[in-house]
């Protein structure tokens, strides 16, 4: 379930952040063909530097659940079955966790489920989620190098939600740079402006608005029918 902060602030009830600072204007829709199912990890829902919330608004089709524990069946009957779907997440070695399944080559899922976490929690999501464990992993064939230098990574192979999902789907759609062109830029910006609120100093509410300013200027805002498009996805 998607909540907004306890604030007397008013906050966007789309994209969740105080509504001086939305950017549900900044959107663009990407039409990808796989679908997402993104499972987001409470810690990560008002996370001003997290990138699971602008993915999925970024995305036609995806769905977005906040939790720590997801119950199979009651998953199912909210997003359908789960047969068929995929684990984007790195192949482990046999542990606690189980020895990972890899995803077949040249099949396609017919869906890709996201963890929304950092790689602590991730772990923690797989441990409370031991139906996630026998999914086949999609693991990413020499993705580029982070764009994300505003949060530090655990490991050098580790990729923000965004980064490592646009990344999936473009290997998945046989290296379809351009249909995924807009999600980077639209990350990129969101990095730079992140950036700069950490340089200067700037409060994330600032950072917001700028960023809202920038995107809006650089000619990135969604159609009119995506802004009321977002605003139905859970």
């Not at 009830?13 to 987001?40: F, G, K, T, Y």
């Not at 069946?73 to 997440?89: K, S, T, V």
């Not at 646009?166 to 249909?179: E, I, P």
Request: glycine share 6%; charged share 25%; net charge positive.
């Amino acid at each position: 379930m998607n909540t907004l902060p306890a604030s007397s602030r008013p906050y966007c009830p789309h994209c969740l952040r105080p509504a001086s600072a939305c950017i549900c204007h900044c959107v663009v829709e990407v039409d990808n063909r796989v679908d997402v199912l993104i499972l987001q990890h409470p810690l990560e829902q008002h996370h001003a530097k997290g990138s699971g919330r602008l993915l999925h608004l970024c995305l036609r089709r995806s769905r977005l659940l906040v939790g720590d524990s997801f119950d199979l069946q009651e998953l199912e009957a909210a997003c359908g079955p789960m047969a068929g779907a995929w684990l984007l997440y790195p192949p482990t070695q046999p542990d606690a966790e189980g020895a990972a399944t890899p995803a077949p080559v040249g099949a396609l899922p017919q869906r890709l489920i996201v963890l929304d976490a950092t790689w602590r929690k991730s772990r923690q999501l797989l441990r409370l989620n031991p139906w996630l464990l026998r999914l086949p992993r999609l693991e990413l064939i020499e993705p580029p190098a982070s764009r994300y230098g505003i949060r530090k990574a655990e490991r050098d192979d580790q990729r923000s939600t965004l980064e490592a999902t646009a990344c999936a789907l473009q290997q998945l759609d046989a290296g379809d740079t351009a249909r995924y062109a807009p999600l980077w830029d639209v990350f990129d910006r969101f990095v730079e402006l992140q950036r700069r609120a950490r340089d200067h100093g700037m409060t994330a509410r600032t950072a917001g608005a700028a960023f809202a300013r920038h995107a809006a200027g650089d000619a990135l805002a969604a159609p009119p029918a995506r802004q009321a498009g977002a605003a139905k996805k859970a």
